[in-house]
């Protein structure tokens, strides 16, 4: 049985790396960069201000972005499909990757909290 009061875990589990929506292809850098990361954490690609393209010009984006991973060799995490009960949604969720994420400048108020 794992103890996270008394053994300090200070290892990089996952690294969220967050892509400039430029509607075509991923930047050379940020290949290089991932292929860095991938034998040192898992990586979650993530596609920044979704909000910029149009819904077209994100799924064909994110159909290229996981093409070029592949020819790149980049490994990407998967959730995992071998345990029964959640392997459906993992595998949705597998589906969905690169994710996308919509950004914003302004604060939301919800009740008194901001």
Request: hydrophobic fraction near 40%; aromatic fraction near 6%; include cysteine.
């Amino acid at each position: 049985k794992r103890d996270l009061v008394t053994n300090h875990d200070s290892r990089v589990h996952v690294c969220l790396y967050f892509l400039v929506p430029t509607g075509h292809s991923i930047r050379s850098l940020d290949l290089v960069t991932m292929k860095a990361l991938d034998k040192k954490c898992n990586i979650i690609p993530i596609i920044a201000k979704s909000d910029t393209v149009s819904k077209s010009e994100l799924e064909s984006f994110k159909a290229n972005i996981m093409k070029e991973l592949r020819e790149n060799d980049v490994e990407i995490y998967k959730f995992p499909t071998d345990d029964e009960t959640v392997a459906e949604v993992n595998k949705e969720m597998n589906e969905l990757m690169p994710f996308a994420v919509v950004g914003s400048r302004e604060d939301v108020k919800v009740g008194r909290r901001a």
